[in-house]
Each structure stands twice: as structure tokens, then as C-alpha cells.
């Protein structure tokens, strides 16, 4: 979805470069995440708008998930109860061996796989644990 790699842009910009639109533009964007508890219907809070963002991958080219947005709001720093759910399905994925597998995957349109879709994934692992480091320490 555009308008999460338009935030992802966004948030890479280092924040003493940034400037007032920048900064307002980051805020409206991340809002409309909140507004949707990151993946859900604004108008049904109960129904998923996207259920392939429940999907962790990597790399995600020009699709988005739960974890690379989330991602980007530990970057930024914003804490806001409306991400709980969103931060509860991260923890949810992760197996008893503490890992988060591959979901989502490329491999079939890239020169090179990159990990194997319903393995253990380092790249996501890490991920997950870094968003659920900063959030618990929040």
C-alpha cells in the first residue's frame, strides 16, 4: 500500500532534517493507521480490511504488513494504545521456539529465495523482536 511506504519514506528522513510538513504529514499518515488499528475496517473495528498484512514476509517490495508497520512506529516513536492489537498478533505468531516464520513470500518471482515460506524466518524474527523490545519498554 502506498501510503505505508509513504510513512516508511517519511520516518527514514532523520528527525533534525525534517521539517514542519514533514512532520505534519508523518502525523496524518501514521493517524490513518491508528484510526484503522493498523489493518482493520475504520467504519467495522471488528473486521480485518487486509487480511494479507496478518501475513509476515520479507522482503515485502511494494506489499506491507502488521510488522513492517509496526516497524515504522517504533522508529518514530509512537506509543499509542490503539497499536495493541496490532502488537498482540506479533506476539501471537511467535513459536514456542521463540522464532517468527516466513508467511509471505517472493521467492518464485526473485532471481535469489530469500529464506523458505513456512520456515523459521531470521529476518522477520528479528523484526518481531525488536518492535516487541521498544513497545515493552515503553
Known amino acids: 500500500m502506498g501510503v505505508a511506504k509513504a510513512l516508511k519514506a517519511l520516518a527514514a528522513i532523520p528527525e533534525e532534517k525534517r521539517n514542519r ?33 496478518l501475513r509476515f514476509g520479507f ?26 492489537d496490532a502488537i498482540g498478533i506479533v506476539s501471537a505468531k511467535r513459536s514456542k521456539e521463540g522464532l517468527w516464520k516466513m508467511q509471505n513470500s517472493f521467492n518464485d518471482k526473485m532471481l535469489v529465495p530469500v529464506e523458505e515460506k513456512g520456515k523459521p524466518s531470521k529476518w522477520l524474527t528479528l523484526k518481531a523482536l525488536k518492535i516487541l523490545k521498544f513497545y515493552a519498554e515503553l
Open 59 to 84: 522482503p515485502l517490495m511494494y506489499q506491507t504488513d502488521v510488522l513492517e508497520l509496526l516497524e515504522i512506529f517504533a522508529e518514530l516513536r509512537i506509543g499509542d494504545p490503539r497499536l495493541e
Open 21 to 53: 510538513k514533514i512532520d505534519e504529514k508523518i502525523d496524518e499518515l501514521a493517524e490513518y493507521f491508528l484510526k484503522h488499528r493498523i489493518y482493520k475496517k475504520s467504519h467495522d473495528l471488528e473486521k480485518v480490511a487486509k487480511p494479507g498484512w
